[in-house]
Every structure is written in structure tokens, then in C-alpha cells.
């Protein structure tokens, strides 16, 4: 079966600070991956996707990057926090682009 | 631009009174719309997808239909652990290939014992 793992839990982290959040998937070959922001009141909001090694789009322009340097790895960074990226960032999968997605638990970042 | 408007913002409800939850979508061709329920500090958990009017899933104490402008998640004689957030997304689609899903805000479930 399939699983998708995403860490660290919480993260806390000052301003300009840089920012690697990680995501993996397991049991799948070829997924497309996500990254979105949940933030109160607002619901989720895609960021980036990807449907291959490399590939990579962007959704709003922002404060971050995402990466795909492996099949089922997906990397979201920032070089310089600010306060206003805080949120719930989740990764999630699918096996194409009009199927329902898979989340993982998801990583709650305070920028202080 | 899809939208997806999800009505009421909160609901709470007594053990064992069965209630719906609406989705209203505007999109330029539906393909598909899916239910997810979320619980607090977690990713949400896929519930159910439907591609067509008229279609309709069940899984326990929940079922969801389909109409051509809007979703329903009938919850019937809910308990306590049916409380969370419940979210409906439709595809988002560039036509370059499908972007992601659009959600909407969610329905906040509260079932009181």
C-alpha cells in the first residue's frame, strides 16, 4: 500500500532563518506531488506541483521553492523565513491530475 | 476561476441527528469533486470521489451525492467521533494537465454526546 511520510511534525523558527521541509512517498512510482498551506480561515492553498523529476510549478508567488531531486521526494524550502509564511504545510500525491490526492499529517511552522 | 463555497461554516449537532453539508462548486467542466474529512493538526483523509450527477458514495454513516451544481454529505445518526472538518476540492485544470485540487473553506462538525 501506499504511504506518505512528511517531517518534522512542528517546526519554530526565527525570522530569515532558512526553511527544508521534507516529503516522501512509498509505494508508488511516478506520483504527481504537492505542496499546500492551510491557514485559519482560508483552507488550503496549492502552492506547487510537480509531475516529474524536475518539474516543478508554482501556483502564487511567494517566499518559497519546492524541489523534486527523486521520483517520490518532494522538498519545500525557503532561503529567508518571514513571519507571514507560518502556517500548515502538507504534502500530498496522486496518480494523475484529475484523481483524488493523498495527504500526509503535515509540518505546523511558527516563524517567531 | 473554480470556486468551491462550502455551507454551514460550523454545525454542531446531538448524537444521532442526521444533518447534510453542502458544496456548491462553479468550475468550467466538472471532473470530478471529492470529500475529505480533516481532524485538528492533521492532513485530511480522503473520503469519497464522484464524477458524475447523480452518482452517490457511502461509506458507514456518511453518503455523498452529486448534482450538477452541488455536492451533499448526508451524515445520518452521527456520534461523537464523527467530529471533525469536512472538506470538499475539485480538480483544478489548466489545460495543461490537472493543478491541484481547489478546495473550499470546509464545515466545521461538532456532535455533541
Known amino acids: 500500500s501506499q504511504t506518505i511520510h512528511q517531517w518534522p511534525a512542528t517546526l519554530v523558527q526565527p525570522v530569515g532563518s532558512p526553511l527544508s521541509l521534507e516529503c516522501t512517498v512509498e509505494g508508488t512510482s511516478n506520483p504527481n506531488l504537492y505542496w499546500y498551506r492551510q491557514a485559519a480561515g482560508r483552507g488550503l492553498q496549492l502552492l506547487f506541483y510537480s509531475v516529474g523529476i524536475g518539474q516543478i510549478s508554482s501556483e502564487v508567488p511567494q517566499n518559497l521553492s519546492a524541489s523534486r531531486p527523486q521520483d517520490r521526494q518532494f522538498i519545500l524550502s525557503s532561503k529567508k523565513l518571514l513571519l507571514s509564511d507560518s502556517g500548515f504545510y502538507l504534502c500530498?500525491?496522486?496518480?494523475?491530475?484529475?484523481?483524488?490526492?493523498?495527504f500526509g499529517q503535515g509540518t505546523r511552522l511558527t516563524v517567531v | 476561476e473554480d470556486q468551491v463555497t462550502q455551507s454551514p461554516e460550523a454545525l454542531r449537532l446531538q448524537e444521532g441527528e442526521s444533518s447534510s453539508l453542502n458544496c456548491s462548486y462553479t468550475v468550467s467542466g466538472l471532473r470530478g469533486l471529492f470529500w475529505y474529512r480533516q481532524d485538528p493538526g492533521k492532513g485530511p483523509e480522503f473520503l469519497f470521489t464522484?464524477?458524475?450527477a447523480g452518482e452517490e458514495k457511502e461509506k458507514e454513516r456518511l453518503k455523498a451525492t452529486l448534482t450538477k451544481k452541488e455536492s451533499f454529505l448526508h451524515i445520518t445518526a452521527p456520534k461523537p467521533e464523527d467530529s471533525a472538518t469536512y472538506l470538499c476540492a475539485v480538480p483544478s485544470y489548466s489545460g495543461g494537465g490537472a493543478d491541484g485540487l481547489t478546495f473550499g473553506k470546509g464545515t466545521h462538525l461538532i456532535i455533541q454526546p
Open positions: 464522484l464524477y458524475s
Open positions: 500530498a500525491w496522486s496518480v494523475g491530475g484529475l484523481t483524488e490526492a493523498f
